[in-house]
T-cell receptor, first 111, second 112 residues
Framework: KQEVTQIPAALSVPEGENLVLNCSFTDSAIYNLQWFRQDPGKGLTSLLL?????REQTSGRLNASLDKSSGRSTLYIAASQPGDSATYLC??????????FGAGTQVVVTP | NAGVTQTPKFQVLKTGQSMTLQCAQD?????MYWYRQDPGMGLRLIYY???????DKGEVPNGYNVSRLNKREFSLRLESAAPSQTSVYFC???????????FGPGTRLTVL
């Protein structure tokens, strides 16, 4: 069974520092991997989707890498801002659109 | 575009009561999903609909039923609510099964 792990569970950084969020998965047979952001009491906002054939995907200050063979993805957020404070979730799509989620990394960016 | 909308936003039920959670999307997506989010358990798929007229079980379907009313709407029904169904429920949609999924704002359900 696919298992998705996100380490660390929580992270606090000063404003301006780059954020590095890790996601690992046990079964490399995936179609794609998606990164989401969730603010307290809100729904999930899609950040990036990276296909299994891609190594990298970028959107503004966000960059996601994927190493399917080693079962790892990393989300980089450049020059963090207090507005980046949220929980970040990764999810792998391995079977018929069924996303398997990690538990998330709670990020606090301090001014 | 409103995206994915869910009603109600909050609901309190007594054990044994029934209710239907409504979800609608205006993005002309083919696929729709229902998830629940619980502390310590993360997000888990309850049911999904790959396209209009089809529904399939996800990871935790027991105690729930779904209806894909048309391309826009996908409802989740609790026939006899139990305290274990206290959770936050999210609806999502995507163009196809392997496309980006877009989530609604959620329904916070408490079963007493």
């Amino acid at each position: 069974k696919q298992e998705v792990t996100q380490i660390p569970a929580a992270l606090s950084v000063p404003e301006g520092e780059n954020l590095v969020l890790n996601c690992s998965f046990t079964d490399s047979a995936i179609y794609n991997l998606q990164w989401f952001r969730q603010d307290p009491g809100k729904g999930l906002t899609s950040l990036l989707l990276i296909q299994s054939s891609q190594r990298e995907q970028t959107s503004g200050r966000l960059n996601a890498s994927l190493d399917k063979s080693s079962g790892r993805s990393t989300l980089y957020i450049a020059a963090s801002q207090p507005g980046d404070s949220a929980t970040y979730l990764c999810a792998v799509n391995a079977s018929w659109g069924k996303l398997q989620f990690g538990a998330g990394t709670q990020v606090v960016v301090t001014p | 575009n409103a995206g994915v909308t869910q009603t109600p936003k909050f609901q309190v039920l007594k054990t044994g009561q029934s209710m239907t959670l409504q979800c609608a999307q205006d993005m002309n997506h083919n696929s729709m999903y229902w998830y629940r989010q619980d502390p310590g358990m993360g997000l888990r798929l309850i049911y999904y609909s790959a396209s209009e007229g089809t529904t399939d079980k996800g990871e935790v379907p027991n105690g729930y039923n779904v209806s894909r009313l048309n391309k826009r709407e996908f409802s989740l029904r609790l026939e006899s609510a139990a305290p274990s169904q206290t959770s936050v429920y999210f609806c999502a949609s995507s163009e196809e099964l392997y496309s980006t999924q877009y989530f609604g704002p959620g329904t916070r359900l408490t079963v007493l």
